[in-house]
């Protein structure tokens, strides 16, 4: 009998992991798909002219569950309204939101997260980390985060996507802040553009 229920927990353990991958990995196609479309645009692309002759799309790290992190998220209470640097003179206005606490590759990270207090309000990722400047852009990438639930926030970085002044310097981007720095590589999300 003991064996019987066994079973059927294990049973559903793992039919519940195979939704929740299924979940994720169509969300992260979902995400490449329309920032392919975006980019594919010539009314909404951040592309410079002469790019559009050889692009067939961008070049994305391949999808891993790995990369998609569940954070413990601690609140800033009271946050300060700052100037975050961006790749111009103009200075970006934001308030710290929170820090994600998560342990990746046997490393205790942390990762704080920004809310953009110009136009519409929206929780922003921006990050560095080992793979900067190499496989990845040098400026940074960002990720756009859903509010936390009861404590936990989900950062995917298979849906990391490069600032538009990547693609064309005419944009003024945020540059991700020096606490920002993960000392780890992230091949995940959108690859440096060549």
């Known amino acids: 009998m003991k064996i019987k229920y066994l079973l059927i927990i294990l049973f559903v353990v793992v039919n519940c992991k195979k939704d929740n991958d299924a979940e994720f990995l169509k ?48 609140p800033t209470p009271n946050g300060k309204e700052f100037d975050m640097l961006t790749t111009t003179s103009r200075l970006a206005k934001y308030i710290k939101y929170g820090v994600a606490y998560f342990t990746f590759e046997d490393k205790n990270l942390k990762l704080s997260i920004y809310q953009n207090i110009e136009g519409v309000k929206h929780l922003f990722l921006p990050y560095f980390d080992k793979t900067s400047g190499k496989e990845n852009y040098s400026g940074g990438k960002y990720i756009e985060i859903n509010e936390p639930v009861d404590n936990i926030i989900i950062i995917d970085f298979n849906q990391s996507y490069n600032p538009y002044c990547a693609y064309n310097e005419k944009y003024s981007c945020p540059i991700p802040p020096d606490e920002n720095y993960l000392d780890v590589e992230i091949k995940a999300g959108v690859k440096k553009f060549h």
């Open 27 to 74: 969300a992260a196609k979902k995400f490449q798909y329309k920032l392919n479309i975006e980019f594919l645009d010539k009314k909404s692309s951040p592309l410079k002219e002469e790019n559009f002759k050889q692009f067939k799309g961008l070049d994305y790290f391949p999808i891993q569950y790995k990369y998609r992190i569940k954070a413990n998220f601690m």
